[in-house]
């Protein structure tokens, strides 16, 4: 989701929508103790300058207040964006006490004290990553920070235990925070042992508040964390789970693979595929991670893999890149979950499903944090559920409640209802505003306003209240399950019996049976989802169960209320799964369409999910909004900088949103800097960084040089060759030649041709990689005398020409991949020329070097002395794609060159050619208009060969 290309006025009223929702979902559940303690003039001015906020945002308040004024425990479930971490970074800063706080990974709190340092507020860590251990301690005690974060083994270690009972009675702790607490219970789905014994903290400070906050708890979870941590009369707040800024999504995998499912968050840059924004890709196991991760480093995308059989020098290195924006994706297992503090994430991907509801909305909680518009999307396919049966079998902890939570998640990817709906109502959250599908909330959502016909006007089968009558079918297949009365088969076995199969897997006794192909008029697909359905409902039971190699796989087997069915005459009429819509037939005359109507690839617009207000049409003209975003990007490049400079995370500095105001606003000085009381940019950072920002938009900036040339490729990128196209598969070559490899490694690595890579090397060429003439075997001798060559035909500029002719002239060793090769170069400097815009040549030489004749500013010509010189006529003249089509065999034509032209290009050469005399071709005179005129002979060869 590409941020750049929404209007400010839709951002604007987006927020404002965010903060009402907030606000409005907000549900605290006070006890008699209730805060009702405004905050003042003192509390604001911390806020200020410490944290950039001119108020505090719902709930906030509440909990401070209950901490600094009444000593009180707070247990806070908090959705990602309501600010928690303020919760427990406020109370120490504002009281010069120290506050304690315990999270779950090192590489969050390293990202959490350095983006307080920044502000100017001290923090440091304690634990196995800090090397300085023994000279922060001392710095501790000398109450030089405000927090001190701690690792749970560094708590309930002996050393740690020794010192926390020395701060409990030497410094002024006013407060101890447990981040992600949910990782305490083991209904939690982070659960961490060194977490349940957290306890122990209550006892060395008794007096001290504790409070633990959490993005995701159910009430069980919630109960169990006020328990194991012994709150006192805690304060409960629970501001709701709802992310209003999150569109949610749910594909089945598509058999075009993986780049074919992620191609619509991703768009064509530059010659280069870019995601919108920085995106996290979720996978189930380390293998795909590491295999999804080369395909689209493959396809020239900046991305990492992260997973748990990494090295820690590499993971943190990975973390480091990407929170800095110096990596663009990070493919990851669950163990980059909760390790992630950034703010600007724009898609979070599962390629696969989460092992459960809270663990899939804890992953996608790194999504727009900043409160900007993330879109998160499920692609998963059956094998996916199978895989995590197969992990859960081998882990710790219930079998049973993971198999109750993954058919949660089952049932969440199968629902026909808002997906949010879905979620909130898991959480046990409120609804009632979620009542009518909007198009900024999910797929499903979506589907219902791109058409608003009912289930009843598309497919046959289903009746006026949505319902489909599944009796039959759902009576055939349990009595197949009857019919092997067992509770060890899987669901294979009885889709082969009702289908009447032929299988080795089924015993004769079987075949014989008079349901034997008694479910042969229907799919494989169709009997899987019916017993999809058939779980749901309770008719059947599920199991996991172990074979005697150690794989597992899932039985199945009547329970009561299924054996019930089969013997009575009850109905089984209800709605159809998503799943099995699917697998309907349509109405062959269907009533017309609600007129709303969305392209499939068309993400879903950028206005708000809740605003009551109508959004103000944009007064800018296409030329200020084109200014506003080159401004930004220059922001962003300087952000970038600093962020370099400060070894610190670009957001650290400042937020997307801060520069997109001052974009919009441009302030000249300090003063009018300030008065925009942008959130998040401190005064502290106003100080460190605003004269910087200033100059950039002053267009005072030394580091943002308007005189800096352009690469090819970039010129290209904007500026493309006509009817040139390049496939993936040509990009994979090109990229790979790019990381050092030559062309007979590609070839081999590829499995393919020299000849087709060469191909997809020259369309590279033509899109501005950084491909030199040499790597492709052209030496300058045979570049040399191909360009003149060329020249006979075409005295300037660049148009096609068949290339027979043009062999027929050169030497024999000169191949048509030479030609062809230095035909490209000569096509791209042409191109470049009359775009008249200065680019940095990657090669060894400037084109004016090689071709004086077809520069267009040239001081010198040639006259031509050569007899008979054969010249293409325009009528004979092909296209580039039907010329390379006709004289040699592409394996893939139409990666190559895509789509011929619909006409053959003309032959445009210029009107003062030469015409060819009658003498013999010994030699060219070369004519400098402003030197004295000099000879140049050509090649042995030439001299001899007549025409």
């Given at each position: 989701?590409?941020?750049?290309?929404?209007?400010?006025?839709?951002?604007?009223?987006?927020?404002?929508?965010?903060?009402?929702?907030c606000?409005?979902?907000?549900?605290?559940?006070?006890?008699?103790l209730?805060?009702?303690?405004d905050?003042?003039p003192?509390?604001?001015?911390?806020?200020?300058?410490?944290?950039?906020?001119?108020?505090?945002?719902?709930?906030?308040?509440?909990?401070?207040?209950?901490?600094?004024?009444?000593?009180?425990?707070?247990?806070?479930?908090?959705?990602?964006?309501?600010g928690?971490?303020?919760?427990?970074?406020?109370?120490?800063?504002?009281?010069?006490?120290?506050?304690?706080?315990?999270s779950?990974?090192?590489?969050l709190?390293?990202?959490?004290?350095?983006?307080?340092?920044?502000?100017?507020?001290?923090?440091?860590?304690?634990?196995?990553?800090?090397?300085k251990?023994?000279?922060?301690?001392?710095?501790?005690?000398?109450?030089?920070?405000?927090?001190?974060?701690?690792?749970?083994?560094?708590?309930?270690g002996?050393?740690?235990?020794?010192?926390?009972?020395?701060m409990?009675?030497?410094?002024?702790?006013?407060?101890?925070?447990?981040?992600?607490a949910?990782?305490?219970?083991?209904?939690?789905?982070?659960?961490?042992?060194?977490?349940?014994q957290?306890?122990?903290?209550r006892?060395?400070?008794?007096?001290?508040?504790?409070?633990?906050?959490?993005?995701?708890?159910t009430s069980?979870?919630?109960?169990?964390?006020?328990?194991?941590?012994?709150?006192?009369?805690?304060?409960?707040?629970?501001?709701?789970?709802?992310?209003?800024?999150?569109?949610?999504?749910?594909?089945?995998?598509?058999?075009?693979?993986?780049?074919?499912d992620?191609n619509?968050?991703?768009?064509?840059?530059?010659?280069?595929w870019?995601?919108?924004?920085?995106?996290?890709?979720?996978?189930?196991?380390?293998?795909?991670?590491e295999?999804?991760?080369?395909?689209?480093?493959?396809?020239?995308?900046?991305?990492?893999?992260?997973h748990?059989?990494?090295?820690?020098?590499?993971?943190?290195?990975?973390?480091?890149?990407?929170?800095?924006?110096?990596?663009?994706?990070?493919?990851?297992?669950?163990?980059?979950?909760?390790?992630?503090?950034?703010p600007?994430?724009?898609n979070?991907?599962?390629?696969?499903?989460?092992?459960?509801?809270?663990?899939?909305?804890?992953?996608?909680?790194?999504?727009?944090?900043?409160?900007?518009?993330?879109?998160?999307?499920?692609?998963?396919a059956?094998?996916?559920?199978?895989?995590?049966?197969?992990?859960?079998?081998?882990?710790?902890?219930?079998?049973?409640?993971?198999?109750?939570?993954?058919k949660?998640?089952?049932?969440?990817f199968?629902?026909?209802?808002?997906?949010?709906?879905?979620?909130?109502?898991?959480?046990?959250?409120k609804v009632d505003h979620?009542?009518?599908?909007?198009k900024?909330?999910?797929?499903?959502?979506t589907?219902?306003?791109?058409?608003a016909?009912?289930?009843?006007?598309?497919?046959?089968?289903?009746?006026?209240?949505?319902?489909?009558?599944?009796?039959?079918?759902?009576?055939?297949?349990?009595?197949?399950?009857?019919?092997?009365?067992?509770?060890?088969?899987?669901?294979?076995?009885?889709?082969?019996?009702?289908?009447?199969?032929?299988?080795?897997k089924?015993?004769?006794?079987?075949?014989?049976h008079?349901?034997?192909?008694?479910?042969?008029?229907r799919?494989?697909?169709?009997?899987?989802a019916?017993?999809?359905?058939?779980?749901?409902?309770?008719?059947?039971l599920?199991?996991?169960?172990?074979?005697?190699?150690g794989?597992?796989y899932?039985?199945?087997?009547?329970?009561?209320?299924?054996?019930?069915?089969i013997?009575?005459?009850?109905?089984?009429?209800?709605?159809?799964?998503?799943?099995?819509?699917?697998?309907?037939?349509?109405?062959?005359?269907?009533?017309?369409?609600?007129?709303v109507?969305?392209?499939?690839?068309?993400?879903?617009t950028?206005a708000?999910?809740?605003?009551?207000k109508?959004?103000?049409?944009?007064?800018?003209?296409?030329?200020e909004?084109?200014?506003?975003?080159?401004?930004y990007?220059?922001?962003?490049?300087?952000?970038?900088?600093i962020?370099?400079?400060?070894?610190?995370?670009?957001?650290?500095v400042?937020?997307?949103?801060a520069?997109?105001?001052?974009?919009?606003?441009?302030?000249?000085?300090?003063?009018e800097?300030?008065?925009?009381n942008?959130?998040?940019?401190?005064e502290?950072?106003?100080?460190?960084f605003?004269?910087?920002?200033l100059?950039?938009i002053?267009?005072?900036?030394?580091?943002?040089?308007?005189g800096?040339k352009?690469?090819?490729?970039?010129?290209?990128g904007?500026?493309?060759?006509?009817?040139?196209s390049?496939?993936?598969?040509?990009?994979?070559?090109?990229?790979?030649?790019?990381?050092?490899?030559?062309?007979?490694?590609?070839?081999?690595?590829?499995?393919?041709?020299?000849g087709?890579i060469?191909?997809?090397?020259?369309?590279?060429?033509?899109?501005?990689y950084?491909?030199?003439?040499?790597?492709?075997?052209?030496?300058?001798?045979?570049?040399?005398?191909?360009?003149?060559?060329?020249?006979?035909?075409?005295?300037?500029?660049?148009?096609?020409v068949?290339?027979?002719?043009?062999?027929?002239?050169?030497?024999?060793?000169?191949?048509?991949?030479?030609?062809?090769?230095?035909?490209?170069?000569?096509?791209v400097?042409?191109?470049?020329e009359?775009?008249n815009?200065?680019?940095?040549?990657?090669e060894?030489?400037?084109y004016?070097?090689?071709?004086?004749?077809?520069?267009?500013?040239?001081?010198?010509?040639?006259?031509?002395?050569?007899?008979?010189?054969?010249?293409?006529q325009?009528?004979?003249t092909?296209?580039?794609?039907?010329?390379?089509?006709?004289?040699?065999?592409?394996s893939?034509?139409?990666?190559?060159?895509?789509?011929?032209?619909?006409?053959?290009?003309?032959?445009?050469?210029?009107?003062?050619?030469?015409?060819?005399?009658?003498?013999?071709?010994?030699?060219?005179?070369?004519?400098?208009?402003?030197v004295?005129?000099?000879?140049?002979?050509?090649?042995p060869?030439?001299?001899?060969?007549?025409?």
């Amino acid at each position: 989701m590409d941020l750049s290309d929404i209007d400010d006025d839709i951002l604007d009223q987006f927020m404002d929508s965010f903060t009402e929702e907030c606000q409005k979902e907000v549900k605290p559940e006070l006890s008699k103790l209730e805060i009702k303690k405004d905050p003042g003039p003192e509390h604001i001015q911390v806020l200020l300058n410490y944290f950039g906020h001119q108020n505090f945002r719902p709930m906030q308040w509440e909990i401070i207040s209950a901490i600094i004024y009444n000593r009180r425990d707070v247990c806070a479930v908090m959705s990602t964006g309501y600010g928690k971490s303020l919760c427990f970074q406020f109370p120490s800063t504002f009281l010069s006490g120290i506050t304690l706080v315990i999270s779950p990974l090192i590489a969050l709190m390293e990202d959490q004290v350095l983006s307080l340092e920044v502000s100017n507020i001290p923090a440091c860590l304690l634990g196995t990553a800090q090397k300085k251990q023994k000279a922060v301690v001392e710095d501790i005690f000398k109450n030089k920070y405000s927090l001190v974060y701690l690792t749970p083994e560094f708590c309930t270690g002996d050393y740690g235990a020794d010192l926390l009972k020395k701060m409990s009675t030497e410094l002024s702790v006013v407060l101890i925070a447990i981040d992600e607490a949910h990782c305490i219970s083991s209904w939690g789905h982070d659960f961490r042992h060194q977490y349940r014994q957290l306890g122990t903290l209550r006892t060395i400070f008794a007096e001290v508040p504790i409070i633990a906050v959490t993005a995701t708890a159910t009430s069980r979870v919630r109960q169990d964390i006020i328990t194991n941590l012994k709150l006192r009369n805690p304060l409960h707040i629970c501001t709701g789970f709802d992310r209003p800024n999150i569109y949610f999504e749910v594909n089945m995998k598509s058999s075009g693979g993986v780049f074919k499912d992620l191609n619509k968050f991703m768009s064509y840059e530059g010659a280069t595929w870019k995601f919108s924004g920085s995106t996290i890709i979720y996978c189930i196991t380390r293998k795909e991670t590491e295999e999804l991760a080369t395909i689209l480093k493959g396809s020239g995308i900046k991305c990492l893999p992260y997973h748990a059989g990494l090295s820690i020098d590499t993971r943190e290195e990975t973390h480091r890149l990407f929170v800095k924006d110096k990596v663009d994706v990070i493919v990851a297992t669950i163990a980059f979950g909760m390790g992630i503090d950034k703010p600007d994430i724009r898609n979070v991907i599962h390629y696969g499903c989460s092992k459960s509801i809270e663990s899939y909305y804890q992953e996608v909680g790194r999504a727009g944090r900043d409160g900007l518009p993330a879109h998160c999307a499920t692609f998963y396919a059956n094998g996916d559920f199978r895989i995590l049966r197969c992990l859960n079998s081998t882990s710790s902890g219930s079998l049973e409640q993971k198999e109750a939570s993954l058919k949660k998640i089952e049932e969440y990817f199968m629902t026909r209802k808002c997906r949010r709906r879905f979620i909130l109502e898991h959480f046990e959250d409120k609804v009632d505003h979620l009542d009518k599908p909007r198009k900024t909330c999910c797929d499903i959502c979506t589907k219902i306003l791109c058409d608003a016909r009912t289930d009843c006007e598309k497919y046959e089968g289903i009746d006026e209240n949505g319902c489909y009558d599944f009796t039959k079918d759902a009576k055939t297949f349990l009595k197949a399950v009857s019919v092997f009365n067992s509770a060890k088969f899987g669901l294979g076995i009885y889709i082969l019996f009702l289908r009447g199969s032929n299988s080795s897997k089924l015993h004769e006794r079987e075949r014989k049976h008079e349901f034997f192909g008694s479910g042969k008029n229907r799919s494989e697909a169709w009997w899987q989802a019916i017993a999809k359905l058939l779980v749901q409902e309770k008719y059947l039971l599920e199991k996991t169960e172990k074979t005697s190699m150690g794989f597992t796989y899932v039985a199945i087997s009547l329970s009561d209320k299924g054996r019930g069915m089969i013997s009575s005459d009850e109905k089984l009429v209800i709605p159809p799964t998503s799943t099995i819509v699917k697998l309907l037939k349509p109405k062959s005359n269907p009533q017309k369409t609600s007129s709303v109507w969305i392209s499939s690839t068309q993400k879903p617009t950028i206005a708000p999910s809740t605003s009551k207000k109508p959004v103000p049409e944009t007064t800018e003209t296409q030329a200020e909004i084109d200014k506003r975003m080159a401004l930004y990007r220059k922001l962003l490049e300087q952000r970038g900088e600093i962020a370099s400079q400060l070894d610190c995370m670009p957001y650290m500095v400042a937020s997307n949103a801060a520069l997109m105001t001052m974009s919009k606003l441009r302030p000249a000085t300090l003063p009018e800097l300030r008065s925009l009381n942008l959130d998040g940019f401190t005064e502290a950072k106003i100080n460190k960084f605003g004269d910087i920002f200033l100059e950039v938009i002053t267009g005072t900036s030394r580091q943002v040089s308007s005189g800096r040339k352009l690469s090819i490729k970039e010129i290209l990128g904007r500026n493309p060759l006509p009817e040139v196209s390049m496939g993936l598969t040509a990009q994979v070559s090109c990229t790979m030649i790019e990381s050092g490899l030559t062309v007979g490694e590609i070839a081999e690595k590829r499995s393919v041709t020299k000849g087709t890579i060469v191909s997809h090397l020259l369309l590279g060429i033509k899109f501005g990689y950084p491909i030199k003439m040499a790597e492709l075997g052209v030496t300058e001798e045979n570049r040399d005398v191909i360009v003149k060559v060329y020249r006979k035909f075409c005295m300037t500029g660049f148009t096609p020409v068949k290339l027979t002719p043009l062999k027929e002239q050169c030497p024999p060793e000169i191949t048509f991949d030479d030609i062809r090769t230095v035909l490209a170069y000569l096509q791209v400097r042409c191109h470049l020329e009359k775009l008249n815009i200065p680019y940095q040549e990657f090669e060894d030489f400037q084109y004016n070097e090689v071709d004086s004749e077809g520069c267009s500013d040239k001081d010198w010509v040639v006259k031509s002395e050569i007899k008979d010189f054969p010249q293409t006529q325009p009528e004979v003249t092909e296209s580039p794609a039907k010329k390379i089509k006709t004289e040699f065999d592409v394996s893939d034509y139409d990666d190559i060159l895509g789509s011929p032209p619909k006409s053959p290009a003309p032959n445009k050469c210029d009107e003062g050619n030469t015409k060819p005399t009658s003498e013999e071709p010994t030699q060219t005179t070369i004519v400098n208009r402003n030197v004295k005129s000099k000879k140049k002979v050509l090649p042995p060869w030439f001299t001899i060969r007549k025409h």
